[in-house]
């Protein structure tokens, strides 16, 4: 059974810091691309940042450019995403995926997907 679970999500003020964990089982996961994607409430899902199959490659939203920073640890099946100096718009659930295919920001490319953890950034 495929499974991707995302935790590390919680409360956190402005300017703070929180490292997401995403990890993955019932797959070959050194073959897949990894994202991360956030949905706020009324807005549709969108991307935050990707990794290639090999971490050589990484793609990061304009929105989050410069303070977001993903990796990969393909022995323990595991992607991370640091997550400095949040913003309140940046409190959304996160969601990571699998893709089978190149990394690609676009939701519609993942074939498997976490159930989500909560990021709330207080003003």
């Known amino acids: 059974e495929v499974q991707l679970v995302e935790s590390g999500g919680g409360l956190v003020q402005a300017g703070g810091s929180l490292r997401l964990s995403c990890a993955a089982s019932?797959?070959?996961?050194?073959?897949?691309?990894i994202g991360w994607f956030r949905q706020a409430p009324g807005k549709e899902r969108e991307g935050v940042s990707c990794?290639?199959?090999?971490?050589?490659?990484?793609y990061y939203a304009d929105s989050v450019k410069g303070r977001f920073t993903i990796s990969r640890d393909n022995a323990k099946n595991a992607v991370y995403l640091q997550m400095d100096s949040l913003k309140p718009e940046d409190t959304a659930v996160y969601y990571c995926?699998?893709?089978?295919?190149?990394?690609?920001?676009?939701?519609?490319?993942?074939?498997?997907w976490g159930q989500g953890t909560q990021v709330i950034v207080s003003s």
């Open positions: 019932g797959f070959t996961f050194g073959d897949y691309a």
């Open positions: 995926a699998a893709d089978s295919g190149v990394a690609t920001m676009s939701v519609s490319m993942y074939d498997y």
């Open positions: 990794i290639s199959s090999s971490g050589v490659s990484t």
